[in-house]
């Protein structure tokens, strides 16, 4: 199945590409992108994709009409919003609350199984924020339907992030130019976010997997640390690599994405953080949730309330479980503490870095835990798990494996903000803005190409013999 997946994706990508390159007009291309979309999308739900579409025709529709200047604007935005809500409800959130509606009023209602589209919570997210931009008048509404279905199918970031607002690339949908720098810019960072994914992602992940099903009496100080860090390397580089996947590949076809992180585990503070981690998320709710609300202007009291729904909101948004809840607030506590508590301000940067990393450490347990309780007898475990057992002692060796801990100091060094390395290696690349690259640039270019070249063989491999491949954020 992954082999077979992996030949598919090879060919069309290519074949996709290659179609684009030659077709004369953009209107051709952008034909193409949709058809190409849809066929990428159905591969994968054959049946949602009838979903994905209506998102498509309603937004589209409401976008028309509230573009027309009429005085029910804001009626045709409310019900734009319900529906797109209400749908994101039915699918992601009706068997949550069956569950807890029996659980609290002891009703035995059967609990739905209803099969989650991928990626609907980005392609809503997104449909809605075109209507409500329209709404603003901050852009104008599309009368093509075809550059409004691109702009929600768009195949490389359409199941997993980032969000695109219809503002950033609106343009690119009528002009852009693809060329073969940018197309080779845009594959290498496509096979670096592959990269990061098979390589660091799934080997972090199989080892989080393992000690988060171990039984209780396995768990001690050692494992639970092992298990903790794995994961948090495993979910930033399942989705940092998802992300330079999608803004390489939208490169090579003419869009450019803005960027979705930025060593967010170098952060100062919990709210650096969330500048630095998902970043079209947490931007999305703030121009969507956070400002509507009022933001900051109805006074300290009123703004703290803002903060708590947003991220209960955000905390919901990942997941039907009470264990995404506790995350997100967990994050708006730990926010309003650092507001608060001005003694923090002063503290010295490199502690205030440890203290934070700590923070979102112990968070993502919570957010990786099959349930609150036991997200709660992992965080104790980390803090006072002394029993050295002769179960936990071998369960946390047979997890440090010399492959294991190579895939961890590479992961480390990647994960810590290394701007001073880059900004001198893009130096070097840019070649004081020359065209063409020369002697040190140009060198430096070979290599990078070869490594690439030689990373993303290493992937294919891994990806045909290794069944071990979950995307963490497909099913948000």
């Known amino acids: 199945m992954v082999f077979s997946s992996l030949v598919f994706l090879s060919v069309f990508l290519v074949v996709t590409y290659l179609l684009h390159l030659v077709l004369p007009s953009v209107k051709l291309r952008n034909a193409l992108l949709v058809c190409a979309s849809l066929v990428f999308y159905a591969y994968g739900e054959p049946v949602y994709v009838l979903c994905m579409l209506f998102s498509a025709v309603f937004n589209y529709i409401c976008a028309y009409l509230i573009g027309k200047g009429k005085p029910n604007r804001r009626a045709v935005l409310t019900v734009d919003i319900i529906l797109n809500l209400g749908m994101l409800v039915f699918f992601k959130y009706t068997g949550f609350l069956t569950t807890q509606l029996n659980a609290v009023t002891g009703l035995s209602i059967p609990v739905p199984e209803i099969t989650l589209p991928i990626g609907i919570s980005f392609f809503t997210f997104q449909a809605m924020s075109y209507v409500i931009d329209v709404y603003r008048k901050q852009v104008d509404a599309q009368k093509n339907f075809g550059k409004v279905l691109l702009y929600?199918?768009?195949?490389?970031?359409?199941?997993?992030?980032?969000?695109?607002?219809?503002?950033?690339?609106?343009?690119?949908?009528?002009?852009?130019?693809?060329?073969?720098?940018?197309?080779?810019?845009?594959?290498?960072?496509?096979?670096?976010?592959?990269?990061?994914?098979?390589?660091?992602?799934?080997?972090?992940?199989?080892?989080?997997?393992?000690?988060?099903?171990?039984?209780?009496?396995?768990?001690?100080?050692?494992?639970?640390?092992?298990?903790?860090?794995?994961?948090?390397?495993?979910?930033?580089?399942?989705?940092?690599?998802?992300?330079d996947m999608a803004i390489g590949l939208g490169r090579m076809f003419g869009f450019h994405f803005k960027e979705n992180f930025l060593y967010p585990y170098g952060s100062s503070s919990v709210k650096e953080f969330w500048r630095r981690w998902h970043i079209s998320l947490s931007s999305w709710f703030k121009d969507y949730l956070y400002i509507p609300l009022g933001g900051n202007r109805k006074g300290r009291?009123?703004?703290?309330?803002?903060?708590?729904?947003?991220?209960?909101?955000?905390?919901?948004?990942?997941?039907?479980?009470?264990?995404?809840?506790?995350?997100?607030?967990?994050?708006?506590?730990?926010?309003?503490?650092?507001?608060?508590?001005?003694?923090?301000?002063?503290?010295?940067?490199?502690?205030?870095?440890?203290?934070?990393?700590l923070v979102v450490c112990v968070g993502f347990v919570i957010f990786r835990a099959d349930s609150i309780s036991q997200g709660f007898f992992m965080i104790g475990n980390m803090f006072s798990g002394f029993s050295m057992s002769d179960p936990a002692t071998s369960l946390a060796l047979s997890q440090l494996t010399p492959w294991f801990i190579f895939v961890f100091a590479i992961a480390v060094f990647l994960a810590a903000p290394v701007k001073p390395l880059t900004e001198k290696l893009r130096s070097v690349l840019d070649n004081g803005g020359n065209a063409e690259p020369k002697g040190k640039a140009l060198a430096l270019q070979i290599v990078l190409y070869a490594l690439s070249a030689a990373l993303l063989c290493w992937c294919m491999l891994r990806l045909s013999g290794d069944a071990y491949n979950p995307f963490i954020y497909f099913r948000f």
């Open 152 to 243: 929600i199918s768009f195949f490389p970031q359409l199941i997993a992030g980032p969000i695109v607002k219809y503002r950033d690339i609106n343009r690119e949908i009528d002009e852009r130019t693809v060329t073969a720098s940018e197309s080779a810019l845009g594959l290498r960072r496509f096979i670096c976010g592959l990269g990061k994914k098979v390589i660091i992602a799934n080997t972090m992940g199989q080892v989080a997997d393992i000690i988060f099903a171990a039984p209780q009496g396995e768990i001690n100080i050692v494992t639970s640390w092992i298990g903790a860090v794995a994961y948090m390397l495993q979910i930033y580089f399942d989705f940092s690599g998802y992300s």
């Open 301 to 357: 009291a009123r703004a703290c309330l803002n903060k708590i729904i947003v991220f209960f909101c955000t905390g919901l948004w990942h997941g039907a479980n009470w264990t995404f809840v506790v995350w997100g607030l967990y994050h708006g506590a730990f926010l309003l503490l650092e507001e608060y508590l001005g003694f923090l301000k002063k503290l010295p940067k490199l502690l205030m870095r440890f203290i934070t990393l």
